[in-house]
T-cell receptor, first 115, second 113 residues
């Protein structure tokens, strides 16, 4: 079974600083990978996805992620943090063996922005 | 666009009571899913459906039942609620084409006392 590991359940960065949220995956086949964001008391919203096209993927709100097969990683970055980025972020991998979009989620990283 | 709508948004149950959570989507998605979210555990799949009239067990199905009588609706039932089922429940839907991702509802916060 495929899985993802998110390193760091809580990350704090200063406003304007680089945001780096880590995600490593395990998969026996080329995976599809996703990042979702959850704002307080809301559902999850798709930030970006990797589906075996370009390895550098750009998403909404200035976020991007790079697929690195050699490191089995799909880390999420943003050059300059904004207060509105405070949220919980989930990495997910698609289980292609089911032939559909059955996603397995990481345990999440809560991002705090320090003014 | 309504997307995925979950009702109710909040509910408090007594141990042993039953209830049904409703999920409705208006995007003509084939696949629908129920997840529960607990602190430090991320999202865990309870049940899912790959089309009208079908259901399948996910990672944590015990204590829950589901039905998909209409393509747009996916119901999650708790027959006899337990405190361990206190959680936030999310419904999601997707097309059958891999790579599209999910559309999530806004969640139902359930407390069992």
């Amino acid at each position: 079974a495929q899985s993802v590991t998110q390193l760091g359940s809580h990350v704090s960065v200063s406003e304007g600083a680089l945001v780096l949220l880590r995600c490593n995956y395990s998969s026996s086949v080329p995976p599809y990978l996703f990042w979702y964001v959850q704002y307080p008391n809301q559902g999850l919203q798709l930030l970006l996805k990797y589906t075996s096209a370009a390895t550098l993927v750009k998403g909404i709100n200035g976020f991007e992620a790079e697929f690195k097969k050699s490191e089995t990683s799909f880390h999420l970055t943003k050059p300059s943090a904004h207060m509105s980025d405070a949220a919980e972020y989930f990495c997910a991998v698609s289980d292609l063996h089911f032939g559909n979009e059955k996603l397995t989620f990481g345990t999440g990283t809560r991002l705090t922005i320090i003014p | 666009n309504a997307g995925v709508t979950q009702t109710p948004k909040f509910r408090v149950l007594k141990t042993g009571q039953s209830m049904t959570l409703l999920c409705a989507q208006d995007m003509n998605h084939e696949y629908m899913y129920w997840y529960r979210q607990d602190p430090g555990m991320g999202l865990r799949l309870i049940h899912y459906s790959v089309g009208e009239g079908t259901t399948a067990k996910g990672e944590v199905p015990d204590g829950y039942n589901v039905s998909r009588l209409k393509k747009q609706n996916f119901l999650l039932g708790l027959e006899s609620a337990a405190p361990s089922q206190t959680s936030v429940y999310f419904c999601a839907s997707s097309y059958s084409v891999t790579g599209e991702g999910y559309t999530f509802g806004s969640g139902t916060r359930l407390t069992v006392v």
